[in-house]
Structures are given as structure tokens and as C-alpha cells.
T-cell receptor, first 112, second 114 residues
Framework: AQSVTQLDSHVSVSEGTPVLLRCNYS??????LFWYVQHPNKGLQLLLK??????LVKGINGFEAEFKKSETSFHLTKPSAHMSDAAEYFC??????????FGTGTRLKVLA | DAGVIQSPRHEVTEMGQEVTLRCKPI?????LFWYRQTMMRGLELLIY????????DSGMPEDRFSAKMPNASFSTLKIQPSEPRDSAVYFC????????????FGPGTRLTVL
């Protein structure tokens, strides 16, 4: 059965410092993996997705994630945090069907 | 592209009343999803339509919930009668195809049942 674990429920960083949001997954097949961002009172917006092509995936707003099969991880990174990055981030796994399995979310706080 | 459109954005109602949430998917998309988001349970898939046909409604909580998709550009989620525990944010999402494809989410409807 597929599952996804976001290791931190809250992360705080200072503006201009790197961001690391951790995600581990469990899947019996070759999964598709996604990161979505949700700003307050907004819907979810896709940041990036992995679907068995390049293992380093670049997304919008300077975010990227690396698929590491040996570690079953798909961590989200950004070199320099901006105040506008403050939001909740969801890691999602899909085993090639319509079903998304959502992580519990990581709330990112960016300190001035 | 206007994206996925949901209405209303906010709904406050009293227990026992009927509530109807509406969704217009992105033009050309043939898959539509209804989700519910709560603090306790996170994001849950309620129902999935493909080509206007309900494929998976196993997430619909109980008979008080029903969903329809009369055509490719419109879907409704109805709760009758509503209860306070139905208070949540309801999202509609659409995609082209379903497998491996990204879902595009609407802004959500925040439902409060008093």
C-alpha cells in the first residue's frame, strides 16, 4: 500500500536562508510524486512533479526536489526563502491511478 | 484560463439545511474530484468522476452526501441535511486523464454548519 510521511509539521527559516521540507514515501510500484503549496484561504497549487523522468525536478518559484529511490525520499528544497513562501506544503504520492495520497502537510514560516 | 471555479466561496448554514456546492472544471479536462479538508483528517477524496461518470464514491461519508456531474463543465456536491460535523473546506479539482496527471484545484468552499 502506498503512503507518504512528511517528517515535520512545522518548519521555520529566516528570509534568505535555505528551505528543506522532508517527505518519505512508501510504494509498491513506480510512483508519481508531487509537491503542492497552499497559501492561506487558497486552493492547492502544483509546485513540481516527478513521473519517472529526471530524478532532480525543478518547479516554480525556485523550488526543486530530488527523487531518491534508495531512500524512498522526495525532499523539497529552495536555496533562499522569501517571505511569500510562507504557506503549507503537501507531498503527494500516486501509483499511477487517479488516487492521490496526501501527506499531513508542513507549515513553513519565514522570519524577517 | 480561469482555472477551476467553485461557488460559493463561503457558506454558513444551520443544521438540517440543504447545502449545494458548485464546481466548474477547466475546459477540456475529463476527470473531476471532490475533496474535503479538515484539521483532524486532512485532505480526503470524496468522489471521482471520469467523463462525467462517477467512478469512485467510496469516500462519500454517508447518504446525506450526493454528487452529480450532468455535463463536462459542471458538478455539484449536495449535503442534505447538513450537520455541524460537515463543517470543512471542500475542494474541487480537475485533470486531463487521471493516471500520473496533475490535478488542478479550485479555491475551495468554506462551509460552516451551525
Amino acid at each position: 500500500a502506498q503512503s507518504v510521511t512528511q517528517l515535520d509539521s512545522h518548519v521555520s527559516v529566516s528570509e534568505g536562508t535555505p528551505v528543506l521540507l522532508r517527505c518519505n514515501y512508501s510504494s509498491s510500484y513506480s510512483p508519481s510524486l508531487f509537491w503542492y503549496v497552499q497559501h492561506p484561504n487558497k486552493g492547492l497549487q502544483l509546485l513540481l512533479k516527478y513521473t519517472s523522468a529526471a530524478t532532480l525536478v525543478k518547479g516554480i518559484n525556485g523550488f526543486e526536489a530530488e527523487f531518491k529511490k534508495s531512500e524512498t525520499s522526495f525532499h523539497l528544497t529552495k536555496p533562499s526563502a522569501h517571505m511569500s513562501d510562507a504557506a503549507e506544503y503537501f507531498c503527494v504520492v500516486s501509483e499511477g491511478t487517479y488516487k492521490y495520497i496526501f501527506g499531513t502537510g508542513t507549515r513553513l514560516k519565514v522570519l524577517a | 484560463d480561469a482555472g477551476v471555479i467553485q461557488s460559493p466561496r463561503h457558506e454558513v448554514t444551520e443544521m438540517g439545511q440543504e447545502v449545494t456546492l458548485r464546481c466548474k472544471p477547466i475546459s477540456g479536462h475529463n476527470s473531476l474530484f471532490w475533496y474535503r479538508q479538515t484539521m483532524m483528517r486532512g485532505l480526503e477524496l470524496l468522489i471521482y468522476f471520469n467523463n462525467n461518470v462517477p467512478i469512485d464514491d467510496s469516500g462519500m461519508p454517508e447518504d446525506r452526501f450526493s454528487a452529480k456531474m450532468p455535463n463536462a463543465s459542471f458538478s455539484t456536491l449536495k449535503i442534505q441535511p447538513s450537520e455541524p460535523r460537515d463543517s470543512a473546506v471542500y475542494f474541487c479539482a480537475s485533470s486531463f486523464g487521471s493516471n500520473h496527471n496533475e490535478q488542478f484545484f479550485g479555491p475551495g468552499t468554506r462551509l460552516t454548519v451551525l
